[in-house]
Every structure is written in C-alpha cells, then in structure tokens.
C-alpha cells in the first residue's frame, strides 16, 4: 500500500452464505500491535435465492473500509481483519462474542506500506527463441509485470510472482511476446 499517492482500502467485498449478526472490521499496525481502526458495521444479509424469478438475491456484499493508512512510516506492517460473527454469537445487549468466533468467521490479510517502487535491473530478449526476460526487483516483494505496446494500451503479456521467493529477492519473469516495440511497466 503506498500511502503516499493516495492509494485507499476502500471497501471489502464479499459473498455470505449465512447471515451475519455483527460483521467488524480491524487495522492493526502489527510492528506496535495498535488498532489504527476498528468498525462494527452490524448485520449483514447473506445470498439467498428467490424462486420466483430464478435468481439470487444479495450475492456480493460491499462492506466500508476507507482507510489510507496517512501517517504510517514506509515498511510499516498492517494486519487488515474482518470478523463476520453469525447471528448465535450477538447477545440480546447488542454485544458480540468476537473472541468466540471460529477461523471460518475471521479473515485476515497482511498490508505493508511501501512507497519505493521497483526497479528493472536488466531487460534482454532472445532472438532466436523470441522470448524477452524482465528480472527487477523491489524493496517488498513483486506482485505482477506487464509488457505493454510502446503507447501503454494494449497488454501483450502478464505475470505474478511467487511471494514464497522472499522479500526484496529479484524474481525473474520470462514470456513469449511479439516482435513488436513495447515498453516494460511494473507494479505492486
């Protein structure tokens, strides 16, 4: 998340196939172990589907966030949770028993703030087995490559890497692509 151009976690999307009673979502700065924010949104409708027209009702949920992480130092790291407590876990107070709640109710996402962006550090192409190899590197990791045509709108090729290579490590991507002018853009 680069916290500095502005970027946004916007709104958790999502398909319940049960009602939830109290759905919470929590930020945490997992360096400090502080709540940077945390929100009960309430109940929340599952899927359901309607016979009469032969369809399903309600099949994504959009579910608030708006959190731009202002502030935060680059490498700091970010746990992004959601809590979705089904309806036997609300209490008639209004209170939810969130510490109760299973590992199928709560997913959890890690974030790091990173402002740095990757840098290409050799770029070669093979005549012979039309093959052009990209290695680059980042101060996090790379999550895709894509090479596009010199004016930037169409894509001839695309990659993820393998988080499972390590941090900072400088992940190669080799793709077929056309003989054609193209230009190298990367992203997090």
């Excluded at 994504?60 to 949770?81: I, W």
């Excluded at 996090?140 to 709108?153: E, N």
């Amino acid at each position: 998340m680069n916290n500095l151009r502005g970027d946004l976690l916007d709104t958790w999307a999502l398909t319940l196939i049960r009602n939830v009673g109290n759905a919470r979502i929590t930020i945490r700065n997992t360096d400090t172990q502080e709540v940077l924010q945390q929100e009960e949104l309430g109940a929340v409708l599952a899927a359901f589907y309607v016979p009469s027209v032969g369809m399903w009702g309600n099949t994504s949920v959009q579910l608030p966030v708006k959190y731009k992480g202002e502030g935060l130092p680059e490498g700091t790291h970010l746990e992004f949770t959601l809590e979705l407590a089904p309806e036997l876990y609300v209490h008639e107070d209004g209170a939810t028993d969130c510490d109760a709640l299973g590992k199928g109710a709560i997913r959890t996402v890690p974030l790091t703030i990173d402002n740095t962006a990757p840098e290409i550090l050799e770029i070669s192409y093979n005549l012979v087995s039309n093959t052009m190899t990209v290695t680059a590197q980042d101060n996090q990791y790379i999550a895709g490559v894509a090479l596009c045509t010199s004016g930037g709108f169409n894509t001839l090729a695309i990659t993820g890497s393998n988080q499972g290579d390590g941090w900072g490590r400088p992940p190669p991507s080799s793709w077929t692509c056309p003989r054609s002018t193209a230009s190298i853009s990367g992203w997090k």
